[in-house]
């Protein structure tokens, strides 16, 4: 179905590799169409969270050079607006989106990671927003998420400069949330997403969406919203599954999907 991506579903788990090695991964329209269609494959399933890797040893390398260097700006103009849907898809897919990152991540691709809800990093990750180097600057939200994750200062510096960090100073600076031994990576992302998924989907919905939306509003509000979707759990049965199992001492069984 997908020509450069492997989907993959291992219980309530959907892997969603990027796969187009030779190229580093890197992201042109198709690639960036396909994501874009195996997010709506994810909404629409009954998987519980994505998880979003690359095939060999990058994440992704960024936006495809080669199908970029003659591009005019509208065709650029076009090229950003995809990579700002698939970006934005993966930030409001109500369903949790985790970038496990392999290896290189580099301007669109360290784009792609910041759109997802956390980022674990192999100790051979790569991060950097190289576009500079090549006379332009990030255009799949770089400025922004880059900016919010880590501060003005520090973004300007990844930007301007175009240096790359290791994985190490990303999570230091507040890029990845959790470094794994390279030889472990696979096996540590896949215990995590499966961890995730065994707990109630609605509480994964209500933390991703009240983390999201609240992120954006002063604290006033952003309380109502969290008292509201608190309260909105207690009407589901995994509230009453998860207390009575914790009650019980035993592990709770929740809903599958
Ligand atoms: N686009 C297209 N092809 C790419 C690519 C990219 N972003 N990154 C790597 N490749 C290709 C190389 O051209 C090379 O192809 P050939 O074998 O056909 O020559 C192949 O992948 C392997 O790459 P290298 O030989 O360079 O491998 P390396 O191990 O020496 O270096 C690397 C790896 C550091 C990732 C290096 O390839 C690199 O710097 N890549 C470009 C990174 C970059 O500038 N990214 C930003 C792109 S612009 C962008 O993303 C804008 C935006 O915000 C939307």
């Keep these: 179905m ?3 991506l492997i989907y993959d579903v291992d219980g309530k788990v959907a892997k969603i590799t990027i796969n187009r090695p030779k ?3 890197a992201l042109n329209e198709e690639v960036l169409s396909e ?3 195996a997010l709506l494959q994810f909404e629409g399933g009954s998987e519980k969270v994505a998880m979003i890797t690359g095939a060999g040893k990058a994440f992704v390398a960024g936006a495809d050079i080669q199908a970029m260097v003659s591009m005019d700006n509208l065709k650029a103009h076009e090229l950003a607006c995809l990579g ?3 970006m934005n898809k993966i930030e409001s897919c109500e369903k949790p989106v985790i970038a496990a990152i392999n290896g290189f991540a580099l301007g669109g691709g360290l784009e792609l990671a910041m759109s997802c809800d956390f980022r674990l990093a192999s100790t051979a990750a790569k991060f950097g927003q190289p576009e500079i180097a090549l006379g ?3 255009g799949f939200s770089g400025t922004q998420r880059l900016t919010k994750l880590v501060g003005t200062g520090m973004a300007s510096y990844m930007i301007m400069t175009g240096e790359m960090i290791d994985a190490k100073r990303a999570f230091d600076i507040g890029i990845v949330e959790k470094i794994i031994d390279e030889d472990q990576f696979e096996d540590e992302c896949a215990k995590i997403a499966e961890k995730m998924a065994s707990k109630s989907i609605y509480a994964l919905k209500a933390g991703k969406q009240t983390i999201e939306n609240g992120v954006n509003m002063d604290i006033l509000r952003g309380s ?3 008292i509201e979707s608190f309260a909105q759990l207690f009407s589901t049965e995994d509230q009453k599954e998860g207390m009575s199992a914790f ?3 035993r ?5 599958d999907s």
């Design 84 to 86: 700002h849907r698939l």
């Design 35 to 37: 994501m874009y269609e």
């Design 23 to 25: 190229a580093m991964n």
């Design 247 to 249: 009650l019980e001492k």
């Design 136 to 138: 332009i600057i990030p």
């Design 251 to 255: 592990k709770a069984n929740f809903k």
């Design 2 to 4: 997908y020509k450069n």
């Design 224 to 226: 109502r919203l969290e």
